[in-house]
T-cell receptor, first 117, second 112 residues
Framework: DTEVTQTPKHLVMGMTNKKSLKCEQHMGHRAMYWYKQKAKKPPELMFVYSYEKLSINESVPSRFSPECPNSSLLNLHLHALQPEDSALYLC????????????????FGPGTRLTVT | RKEVEQDPGPFNVPEGATVAFNCTYSNSASQSFFWYRQDCRKEPKLLMSVYSSGNEDGRFTAQLNRASQYISLLIRDSKLSDSATYLCVVIRLSGSARQLTFGSGTQLTVLP
């Protein structure tokens, strides 16, 4: 089972709202990722969690707040977003470990299409 | 200079054609390389890993040239269903974490 699930599929929110995006995987992966993708652009890395600890934050504004409550779940809390934050938000997961020479492919969820009005 | 540069495309080819995409990367510490495929309004899906020895999966062949720092993807006997955006992906260590960078993607349209 190589499935990563994300909810909701679509989200429309106002600039004063607080909402959360959720991601779940049951592949036993210990690395999870958030990406943002604008139309006709490649995904851009936002955050990386490794063993439930935040290991990379790509200078993402504080209005995006990630959370990894356990090894299967990854959340992205949204607050006071701007219209330019409208995008497809993708979650991914991968294995980790095997030493510095080993890297693993990432598996992506279907994404949440976010519109900020 | 971008860390990963990819053929901009778009590529429009007839069914049955052979088409090749290239990607170059700037960081010699890059460790792992993949090709992903993304259909319109869908998530990226792993197509294949890329190894120095080259690897083949049916009609798809991927190659890595570490000396020249580029990766390639060859699609033989193109099918209509191959129409998608193809993204090269480069992973390198960043501290203790692995950092993944996408190329900008190359759009392929296979025409009947």
């Amino acid at each position: 089972d190589t499935e990563v699930t994300q909810t909701p599929k679509h989200l429309v929110m106002g600039m004063t709202n607080k909402k959360s995006l959720k991601c779940e995987q049951h592949m036993g992966h210990r690395a999870m990722y958030w990406y943002k993708q604008k139309a006709k652009k490649p995904p851009e890395l936002m955050f990386v969690y490794s063993y439930e600890k935040l290991s990379i934050n790509e200078s993402v504004p504080s209005r995006f707040s990630p959370e990894c409550p356990n090894s299967s779940l990854l959340n992205l809390h949204l607050h006071a977003l701007q219209p330019e934050d409208s995008a497809l938000y993708l979650c991914a997961s991968s294995q980790v470990g095997g030493g510095a020479s080993k890297t693993y492919e990432q598996y992506f969820g279907p994404g949440t299409r976010l519109t900020v009005t | 200079r971008k860390e990963v540069e990819q053929d901009p495309g778009p590529f429009n080819v007839p069914e049955g054609a052979t088409v090749a995409f290239n990607c170059t990367y700037s960081n010699s510490a890059s460790q792992s390389f993949f090709w992903y495929r993304q259909d319109c309004r869908k998530e990226p899906k792993l197509l294949m890993s890329v190894y120095s020895s080259g690897n083949e999966d049916g009609r798809f062949t991927a190659q890595l040239n570490r000396a020249s720092q580029y990766i390639s993807l060859l699609i033989r006997d193109s099918k209509l269903s191959d129409s998608a955006t193809y993204l090269c992906v480069v992973i390198r260590l960043s501290g203790s974490a692995r950092q993944l960078t996408f190329g900008s993607g190359t759009q392929l349209t296979v025409l009947p």
